[in-house]
């Protein structure tokens, strides 16, 4: 049994998911999404990003941690507050000593859909095929739910190698 947060890091909205696999079955647990406001100061909107998670460990004790890696897009300063959210999400996983798991967006939409150019509608709806009982009220909770599934697909196949 495992159980699996998962990131998708956003400076306004965080998407964050928990799961749990019991031999090939997974297991919905809970999403939400953290949200800040431009108007704060960017300390304190990391600083909310932070906390949050923490509450989320502290209430839910995962044991294993995925988010998305970062992407450079064509506004160098969205690829900056996007990787200065991330770096407030794994501090929280490392304040509590849970290994983290990074997986570029690619590779999670060709994990969860097969396609690594699958849409944010295609991934949601393939997250609610796999969990049926998974509630996602957006798509930062969807996209959450798909670094989770994918880590566990990735996890599953590399103990079956050896690989971890």
């Known amino acids: 049994m495992k159980k699996i947060l998962g990131i998708d890091p956003g400076l306004s909205n965080t998407g964050w998911a928990l799961i749990q696999s019991e031999s090939n079955r997974l297991i919905f647990i809970a999403t939400g999404t953290i949200v800040t406001t431009t108007k704060d100061p960017l ?3 990391l600083n909310k990003i932070y906390q949050s998670i923490m509450q989320i460990i502290s209430e839910h004790n995962p044991k294993e941690f995925a988010i998305e890696d970062s992407f450079v897009n ?11 959210a991330r770096a407030a999400s794994i501090l929280a996983a490392g ?5 983290v798991y990074e997986y570029a967006p690619r590779l999670i939409k060709k994990s969860v859909v097969g396609s690594g150019k699958a849409d944010k509608t295609q991934i949601a709806s393939m997250v609610k095929y796999l969990m049926p009982k998974a509630e996602m009220r957006n798509e930062h909770e969807a996209d959450a739910l798909a670094v989770s599934i994918c880590h566990l697909n990735i ?4 103990q079956r190698m050896n690989i971890l």
């Open 155 to 158: 996890s599953s196949t590399n």
């Open 43 to 45: 300390s304190e909107r």
């Open 74 to 84: 064509n506004n160098p300063l969205s690829s900056l507050k996007l990787g200065q």
């Open 95 to 99: 304040t509590n000593s849970i290994k």
